[in-house]
């Protein structure tokens, strides 16, 4: 168990539609990973938090959006949703901002109908 | 597009042969990291080497770091059939606050 908890763990929706899904990092870590990983592929980053401050940002969609809240936890919001975008999307923590180790959660596994 | 590029693709030996893949990047680094997957689950973190260090060690793994070829390679020693998994390279880049992964390496360790 890395500590890290994201939900729901698998969700089923229909093209045109919008979900959330939430991250909550390890006690103590400052930052937040997200990550999409379609079918055999391999990791794209979205986007990067550090204390309630986005700090890198990557291949995100501009219908794609997330925040992370005064309590650490975070919520990534896709809408307008196509079937490309079924994937599973993970999210890490780490303690440090800059180096270190990552943490990830079991991720949400999203499907587009 | 991705930092890091693992070779080769997939990789499928006999219990208790070596594994060695092969990680390559295009920037700088502060330091490289390899993580495993089995298979739909989460990503783990096996083992960091930082930009200054040239070979690292953790149980039957070993590292090396190349960083005039931007290169890096995984060793898995005598493998076992538990670790047949997908192994990642991510480079964390100087001056960013990224972690970029590659496209992995599927393992298979056949009993």
């Known amino acids: 168990d890395s500590g890290v908890t994201q939900t729901p763990k698998h969700l089923i929706t229909a093209t045109g539609q919008r979900v959330t899904l939430r991250c909550s990092p390890r006690?103590?870590?400052?930052?937040v990973y997200w990550y999409q990983q379609s079918l055999d592929q391999g990791l794209q980053f979205l986007i990067q938090?550090?204390?309630?401050?986005?700090?890198a940002k990557g291949n995100i969609l501009e219908r794609f959006s997330a925040q992370q809240f005064p309590d650490l936890h975070s919520e990534l919001n896709l809408s307008s949703l196509e079937l490309g975008d079924s994937a599973l999307y993970f999210c890490a923590s780490s303690v440090s901002r800059v180096t270190g180790e990552l943490f990830f959660g079991e991720g949400s596994r999203l499907t587009v109908l | 597009s991705q930092q890091g590029e693992e070779d080769p693709q997939a990789l499928s030996i006999q219990e208790g042969e070596n594994a060695t893949m092969n990680c390559s990047y295009k920037?700088?680094?502060?330091?490289l990291q390899w993580y495993r997957q089995n298979s739909g689950r989460g990503l783990v973190h096996l083992i960091l080497?930082?930009?200054?260090?040239r070979e690292k060690h953790s149980g039957r793994l070993r590292v090396t770091l190349d960083t005039s070829k931007k290169s890096s390679s995984l060793l898995i020693t005598a493998s076992r059939a538990a670790d047949t998994a997908s192994y990642f390279c991510?480079?964390?880049?100087?001056?960013?606050?990224?972690?970029?992964f590659g496209t992995g390496t599927r393992l298979k360790v056949l009993a």
């Open positions: 991510a480079t964390g880049g100087s001056g960013t606050y990224k972690y970029i």
């Open positions: 938090y550090y204390n309630g401050e986005e700090r």
């Open positions: 080497i930082r930009s200054n260090e």
């Open positions: 006690s103590g870590d400052l930052s």
């Open positions: 920037t700088s680094i502060n330091n």
